[in-house]
């Protein structure tokens, strides 16, 4: 622990960084401003957040100093993202309205928000009047986007929506029910990190990578994506894997799986042996499709083929970094090598490590998929703060370099090589260190045990 003298010290210098990164989400988030400084908040929001992780690692602060700054700092810049409404994205206008046709005792595959049988549902927050109206329906104007198909998003999400919609003001409040359900999420995965650092007997300062990270306030708390939800199942269900629960598990990863459906990833960490945990984990995503099958049949699949041609993974081009090497051709090579490398995980999990192997395989994913939302990064922050791996911290916020590029005036190609290419540049090199220190770690147990009579593998 440091002495009494330098913990206040550091103390101070960690809350005012808090204080200046919560004033630049506030300032980003303000709709007062015609033009969002989006460069002016994301560089310095970002670069302040890398130095207060590496400020509270070297504070060496108590275990029980470290989770209350944690959770003040993390607290207080959720709280600041919240003031405002979403600012980026008006996904959660499709949440509520999904949450509203369920409410009323329809299933949410059923129809598109724009469908006339729904008309009698309509209320002002979906489906203001406005003159000029940007989206106009069938009589009359809507905010939720891409209003003539029906929803993408799986079963649990959709409870998730109808839960915050329900608990709060009799079914309506605007946008706050869904950020502050983002709100509680982000603070509930915090606390669980905190709690896996201190059952594992390691510091919690990687807790700050996620914590403390403006992508997480802005994009959860903000903009309420529900990758929130994603995040705190898949954690939890790493740490039942490690602790040997795993049917446990297997059902918080099928949790996350049923509500952005890319955790399914997550799944190279059952292994050769981990049948539980795929057997779980399908068996829960089945459960919670049934009762929507049963209702509409295959209308459950929504707008998810349509979705991927529109974002152009049909023709290959938004597998960025891939397209701009072997071009069309990304668009069977991409999925290709994704899966060559879930199998490799797959094949070499550890049972004592699932958290790394989670983390290699959606960090894979990011840099072959090259998605540009920036809600993306927010699972890879959260497997980078459970597996303390903060060199994964710039592929994780690839997404909203790209997400940005049109704002900064940036093509995509030269934004994903900035962010993806260079993130991962930075992964390959700072593992490649982590190796050598290691060996020689090892070389040196092995060269104190010459001499004893006892092989040099004991000494490891």
């Known amino acids: 622990m440091a002495s009494p003298r330098s913990s206040p010290r550091a103390v101070s210098a960690l809350i005012a960084l808090l204080a200046i990164q919560a004033a630049l989400i506030v300032a980003f988030t303000n709709p007062l401003h015609a033009f969002r400084p989006v460069i002016a908040f994301q560089i310095p929001g970002f670069a302040l957040s890398l130095v ?12 029980r100093a470290t989770s209350w700054l944690l959770l003040g700092g993390c607290l207080a810049l959720q709280v600041a993202a919240l003031l405002a409404p979403p600012v980026s994205s008006d996904d959660d206008y499709r949440y509520a309205w999904d949450a509203t046709v369920q409410l009323h005792g329809i299933d949410p595959y059923r129809y598109a928000p724009n469908d006339p049988a729904l ?6 927050f979906e489906f203001p009047q406005r003159d000029p109206c940007s989206r106009p329906v069938p009589g009359g104007c809507t905010l939720i986007n891409r209003s003539s198909v029906h929803t993408i ?5 959709e409870g998730a929506f109808t839960l915050a919609r329900l608990v709060s003001f009799g079914g309506r409040g605007g946008h706050r029910p869904m950020q502050v359900a983002a709100l509680l999420g982000v603070l509930a995965t915090t606390a669980l990190l905190i709690k896996a650092a201190a059952d594992r007997h390691r510091p919690g300062w990687p807790v700050a990578i996620w914590a403390w990270s403006p992508i997480v306030a802005v994009e959860a708390s903000n903009n309420a994506h529900i990758e929130w939800l994603a995040v705190l199942t898949s954690v939890a269900g790493l740490v039942a894997l490690r602790s040997g629960r795993q049917f ?4 918080l990863i099928g ?22 945990i795929i057997v779980a984990a399908l068996g829960l995503l089945a459960l919670g499709y049934l009762p929507h099958v049963l209702a509409v049949g295959p209308a459950v699949i929504g707008y998810l083929p349509g979705y991927l041609r529109e974002e152009d993974y049909a023709s290959g081009s938004r597998y960025v970094l891939l397209n701009s090497i072997v071009g069309e051709s990304a668009s069977w090579l991409a999925p290709l090598i994704l899966v060559a490398i879930l199998a490799v995980l797959w094949w070499r999990a550890e049972p004592m490590r699932p958290e790394l192997t989670a983390l ?18 927010l699972i890879l922050i959260g497997l980078a703060a459970l597996v303390a791996r903060p060199e994964w911290l710039l ?22 090589w900035l ?14 260190r982590r190796r050598h220190a290691m060996r020689r770690v090892l070389a040196g147990s092995s060269g104190a045990f010459e001499g004893t009579g006892l092989p040099s593998h004991q000494s490891a």
């Open 419 to 432: 962010g993806f290419g260079l993130g991962g540049v930075l992964v390959l090199a700072v593992s490649a």
């Open 52 to 63: 207060a992780v590496l400020l509270v690692k070297k504070a060496r602060l108590s275990h």
């Open 119 to 124: 008309t009698g549902l309509r209320n002002p």
């Open 395 to 416: 592929v994780a916020a690839a997404p909203s370099l790209l997400y940005m590029a049109t704002d900064i005036h940036l093509h995509d190609r030269p934004a994903a």
């Open 248 to 251: 446990g598990a297997g059902l």
């Open 255 to 276: 949790a996350a799986i049923a509500t952005k459906l890319y955790p399914g990833l997550l799944l190279v960490t059952a292994g050769r042996r981990g049948w539980r």
């Open 153 to 157: 998003y799986p079963p649990v999400a």
């Open 360 to 377: 290699h395989a959606m960090g894979a994913y990011l840099l072959i998929i090259t998605p540009h939302y920036a809600w993306y990064g």
